[in-house]
Antibody, heavy 121, light 107 residues
Framework: EVQLVESGGGLVQPGGSLRLTCVVS????????MDWVRQAPGKGLEWVGR??????????EYAASVKGRFSISRDDSKNSLFLQMNSLKTEDTAVYYC????????????WGKGTTVTVSS | DIQMTQSPSSLSASVGDRVTITCRAS??????LAWFQQKPGKAPKSLIY???SLQSGVPSKFSGSGSGTDFTLTISSLQPEDFATYYC?????????FGGGTKVEIK
């Protein structure tokens, strides 16, 4: 069974940092691009960023709202995806989901349950 | 950035109704469009990709159509488990963008 499990969320003060982890199972992690998507309370979905696979040199893409503050990485040996969040702002408060990209069509075909990040003083 | 505009933002429907949700892109995206269903407190679930292809395991009452800038999601016969919020998303170019969502409620 394909599973994605996020962890690392919590309460952090503005300006602080947090590192989210997504551990996957049930598929060959190294073959897939992976995305992070977030959802602020009561709001819609917002794409955060992407890491490509080793075959595409682990290159990354980011939304303008997080570029320069957030960094996506992965450890294929540990089936793990990471989101390093620095200089956090109150508007980064959201549920953060990791998602797998389909190998051929590059759409988000499987999602984790999410982890909640609250940025508040 | 490509803006995705969904309509309506909410609708009330009865069990058994046929429901259609529209998504419009601010510029052409080919067929690089996905639809997701989200229930309260849950993660989104993939329904449709490539505008009209059904995700494995999703019932055939869901269908998608369109290309270019105009797309639709249709639920042929609404069931109680279908009451949820539906989002379209373009994956043609960065940044990836979602529509604002359509909340389907019970009449």
């Amino acid at each position: 069974e394909v599973q994605l499990v996020e962890s690392g969320g919590g309460l952090v003060q503005p300006g602080g940092s947090l590192r989210l982890t997504c551990v996957v199972s049930g598929f060959t992690f190294s073959d897939h691009y992976m995305d992070w998507v977030r959802q602020a309370p009561g709001k819609g979905l917002e794409w955060v960023g992407r890491t490509r696979s080793k075959a595409d040199s682990y290159t990354t893409e980011y939304a303008a709202s997080v570029k320069g503050r957030f960094s996506i990485s992965r450890d294929d040996s540990k089936n793990s995806l990471f989101l390093q969040m620095n200089s956090l702002k109150t508007e980064d408060t959201a549920v953060y989901y990791c998602s797998r990209l389909s190998a051929y069509y590059y759409y988000m075909d499987v999602w984790g349950k999410g982890t909640t990040v609250t940025v508040s003083s | 950035d490509i803006q995705m505009t969904q309509s309506p933002s909410s609708l009330s429907a009865s069990v058994g109704d046929r429901v259609t949700i529209t998504c419009r892109a601010s510029q052409g995206i080919g067929n690089n469009l996905a639809w997701f269903q989200q229930k309260p407190g849950k993660a989104p679930k993939s329904l449709i990709y490539a505008a009209s292809s059904l995700q494995s395991g999703v019932p055939s009452k869901f269908s998608g159509s369109g290309s270019g800038t105009d797309f639709t999601l249709t639920i042929s016969s609404l069931q109680p488990e279908d009451f949820a919020t539906y989002y379209c998303q373009q994956y043609n170019s960065y940044p990836l963008t979602f529509g604002g969502g359509t909340k389907v409620e019970i009449k």
